[in-house]
């Protein structure tokens, strides 16, 4: 059974399917409280978000006349083809910045796997099966469970869902893995999962007023029969989160925002590629059915302003016989590199938190800089960049041809973000187009780079370097999940990082197509009424 590496929950289901047992379900009920004290006639919004969507997949599902709801909503909306995801490409990451409205410089989620400089370990949130069983399952777990919304998502950075709380409205969460709001709830955890790890029985959690987390809270539970036992996913699927949206639709209990997580797309794309269509297709089906509760689409778009977005992109990989994996650790020669599961010791020289497409590298000893270790790497012609931050400047390098570009924040170059920056030596590095005479920069293949670059360099404490894989080819350590033949993101270029915004119910636009800037323009939908 192939199990989705890019994103937390699915790695639960291993445990399950190894230990064989039943999930006991959560008594959490919450459905109560949602009610809107809003006016009954303003309008809902529902942001569903579909992992790895992309908008080449949307167009061609049209021509071949296969996405009905897809073209209703195109038709009668807003439909964007650029919107710049985060970066790392990795969800933790993108739904903590479309959730807080900020790069990973300031809300403090690096990627799905970093290394803790404070702690001395490396975190995974659950990168795959593999690595779940190597670098263990309680550290694993709890680190996803508590850690990441608990503590290592900024406690100072607001939250889309607390920021409503404090006006008075009400907001919703289906399988969102990022969900800190200021509603107490309890994630339920079966004794049979507590006894290989130091998790409780309950954790306590801060949510939106309504949290539905597959099994571990789903508050639907003697309301409505869903489909989150062991051979779906534990609930973490589309026909869940969809079912559970028509259900809020049927009984009148529509929150002022509700935020929808659909994980099936991506999974289908790992294994077979981003020309893949039959997830889209599946997909399309799904949100035809949401459109019908409300009695039509056209009510639909009367009733609720709907937006419809993916996360990232993805690239093809190369398969198996062209040699598509990079593997890091083989390129430090005999250094101490930590092994999944180990404790970082004095004896550790190098730590390797492999995101698909994109890693981080963090060299521990102190005679060893971060140009050396990016000459070790640079060689390989499958890398794109290397790139690392000393002083207030960031270093980048290009695989094989050893070219420099050196960067900071502020100067005489504005982009069309208004950012200011300063930028030295081959700007072809990062493809900018660069124009003195007018003081501006432009990005074409790699979107928003040097805010999204400096973002992730700064997104945590250390001496670490970013590198990125050329289009077609995959980073990996020991135990990493491979995509040969499939699909894979995490890099920051286009093809990974531009994905589809489609708004319909609303005539409002947002101020820039970056996932970071949605969360501005979902407030002001919400606060100010005006569609």
């Known amino acids: 059974m192939w199990i989705k590496e890019s994103r937390i929950l699915p790695s639960i289901l291993l445990l399950i399917l190894i230990i064989g047992c039943q999930n006991p379900k959560p008594k959490e009920q919450d459905l109560m409280r949602?009610?809107?004290?809003?006016?009954?006639?303003?309008?809902?919004?529902?942001?569903?978000?579909?992992?790895?969507?992309?908008?080449?997949?949307?167009?061609?599902?049209?021509?071949?006349?296969?996405?009905?709801?897809?073209?209703?909503?195109?038709?009668?909306?807003?439909?964007?083809?650029?919107?710049?995801?985060?970066?790392?490409?990795?969800?933790?990451?993108?739904?903590?910045?479309?959730l807080t409205g900020k790069y990973p410089d300031v809300h403090r989620v690096p990627g799905l796997t970093w290394y803790s400089a404070g702690d001395k370990k490396k975190i995974n949130y659950g990168t795959g099966p593999m690595e779940l069983l190597r670098?263990?399952?309680?550290?694993?777990?709890?680190?996803?469970?508590?850690?990441?919304?608990?503590?290592?998502?900024?406690?100072?950075?607001?939250?889309?869902?607390?920021?409503?709380?404090?006006q008075g409205l009400k907001s919703g969460s289906i399988n969102g893995l990022i969900y800190r709001g200021a509603s107490d709830h309890k994630l339920s955890i079966p004794g049979w999962i507590q006894g290989p790890t130091s998790l409780p029985k309950e954790i306590q959690v801060k949510g939106p007023d309504f949290l539905s987390l597959g099994s571990l809270t789903n508050p639907f539970e003697g309301i409505k029969n869903l489909p989150d036992g062991?051979?779906?996913?534990?609930?973490?699927?589309?026909?869940?989160?969809?079912?559970?949206?028509?259900?809020?639709?049927?009984?009148?209990?529509?929150?002022?925002?509700?935020?929808?997580?659909?994980?099936?797309?991506?999974?289908?794309?790992?294994?077979?590629?981003?020309?893949?269509?039959?997830?889209?297709?599946?997909?399309?089906?799904?949100?035809?059915?949401?459109?019908?509760?409300?009695?039509?689409?056209e009510k639909a778009l009367k009733d609720a302003i709907i937006i419809i977005a993916g996360d990232s992109g993805m690239t093809q990989i190369l398969p198996a016989e062209q040699n598509p994996i990079i593997d890091l650790s083989s390129m430090f020669g005999d250094a101490r590199i930590l092994r999944p599961g180990e404790a970082v010791s004095k004896e550790t020289e190098i730590i390797l938190a492999v995101n698909e497409t994109m890693a981080y590298v963090y060299p521990l000893k102190a005679e060893r800089s971060l140009r050396d270790v990016a000459n070790l790497i640079k060689n390989d012609p499958r890398i794109d960049f290397i790139a690392w931050k000393e002083k207030d400047w960031i270093n980048v390098i290009q695989g094989s041809t050893a070219k420099?570009?050196?960067?900071?924040?502020?100067?005489?170059?504005?982009?069309?973000?208004?950012?200011?920056?300063?930028?030295?030596?081959?700007?072809?590095?990062?493809?900018l187009r660069v124009n003195a005479a007018a003081h501006s920069l432009d990005y074409d293949q790699y979107p928003d780079v040097l805010r999204r670059l400096s973002g992730s360099l700064d997104s945590h404490p250390g001496k670490f370097l970013v590198v990125t894989a050329k289009p077609g080819y995959e980073l990996a350590d020991r135990s990493s999940p491979t995509h040969k033949g499939g699909g894979g993101h995490g890099s920051i270029r286009k093809m990974e990082s531009l994905v589809p915004l489609i708004i319909c119910g609303t005539d409002q636009k947002p101020e820039y197509l970056r996932i970071v800037d949605l969360k501005a323009y979902l407030l002001n939908l919400l606060t100010t009424g005006k569609h």
């Open 135 to 166: 670098h263990g399952i309680n550290p694993v777990l709890t680190d996803a469970l508590i850690h990441l919304n608990g503590s290592h998502l900024n406690r100072n950075l607001p939250t889309i869902y607390e920021d409503l709380a404090r």
């Open 34 to 98: 949602i009610k809107s004290a809003n006016k009954e006639n303003t309008k809902k919004v529902i942001l569903l978000m579909a992992d790895s969507l992309m908008a080449q997949a949307i167009d061609q599902g049209i021509r071949e006349h296969e996405l009905p709801a897809f073209k209703f909503l195109i038709n009668h909306g807003q439909y964007y083809k650029d919107l710049v995801s985060s970066f790392p490409t990795m969800s933790v990451t993108i739904d903590s910045s479309l």
């Open 230 to 297: 062991i051979t779906n996913r534990l609930g973490i699927n589309n026909n869940f989160a969809i079912e559970a949206v028509k259900y809020l639709i049927q009984a009148n209990k529509l929150p002022d925002f509700l935020f929808v997580y659909l994980p099936d797309l991506d999974r289908e794309l790992h294994k077979k590629g981003p020309t893949e269509l039959n997830g889209v297709k599946k997909l399309d089906q799904q949100l035809q059915s949401l459109l019908q509760t409300f009695g039509s689409p």
């Open 404 to 431: 420099q570009l050196k960067f900071k924040a502020n100067g005489n170059l504005t982009d069309a973000y208004k950012q200011s920056w300063t930028v030295k030596q081959d700007s072809e590095i990062l493809d």
